[in-house]
């Protein structure tokens, strides 16, 4: 199984300023495609997960431009440019490459100074 | 928008079989996604992959889980269920149906069910 292994675990943030959460996975998760299945989710209180970002670096619709997703092989990055109180939750990166098993990072928790 | 609702018992006695079932409303289960998913998350704990089936009902399941799950779809209902049997209080979580596609196998959640495994 490809294990993902996120950093920090804990990120207290200013508003206003920048955050950034790194993935790593124990092997390269760039398919033959040239295509890395790597995604990221946020976990706001008491809600489901919701997709962020696709293919290491493609936002969602309706997802705030704030939000940036980079890297490719088995380091990624998910930046948030000026954090903002709704940002506030958990974030996962998951890897959708080779499967099954779909795997998950251990999740970021984002909190607000 | 898809939109998908978890439903089922929220306590099951150890040793028992969880079964839950998760609704496809505002599209069909046959073009909706490509993946219906089930994904657990343990009290406070991160998420776990069970497995997914497609609508023509290939599943894959997670190796950890394997031996104790099925799951299955009712095109006619517009419904795809897991079933977990031998049951532990390991088992108790929130248990999450997502659909997805090939971009990233789960792009969208329902919105959670807890079930609690307890005599």
């Known amino acids: 199984d490809v294990v993902m292994t996120q950093s920090p675990l804990s990120l207290p943030v200013t508003l206003g300023q920048a955050a950034s959460i790194s993935c790593r996975s124990s092997q390269s998760v760039t398919y033959s495609d040239g295509i890395a299945y790597l995604s990221w989710f946020q976990q706001r209180p008491g809600q489901s997960p919701r997709r962020l970002i696709y293919?290491?670096?493609h936002r969602d619709s309706g997802v705030p431009d704030r939000f940036s997703g980079s890297g490719s092989g088995t380091d990624f990055t998910l930046t948030i440019s000026r954090v903002e109180a709704e940002d506030v939750g958990i974030y996962y990166c998951m890897q959708g490459t080779y499967w099954p098993p779909v795997t998950f990072g251990q999740g970021t928790r984002l909190e607000i100074k | 928008q898809v939109q998908l609702q978890e439903s089922g018992p929220g306590l099951v006695e150890p040793s028992q079989t969880l079964s839950l079932t998760c609704t496809v409303s505002s599209g069909s289960i046959t073009t909706g996604a490509k993946y219906w998913s089930w994904i657990r998350q343990n009290p406070g704990k991160g998420l776990e992959w069970i497995g997914h089936i497609s609508y023509s009902g290939s599943p894959y399941y997670n190796s950890s889980l394997a031996s104790r799950l099925t799951m299955s779809v009712d095109t006619s209902k517009n419904q795809f269920s897991l079933k977990l049997s031998s049951v532990t209080a390991a088992d108790t979580a929130v248990y999450y149906c997502a659909g997805g596609s090939d971009t990233s196998k789960v792009d969208f959640w329902g919105q959670g069910t807890l079930v609690t495994v307890s005599s």
């Open positions: 293919k290491a670096s």
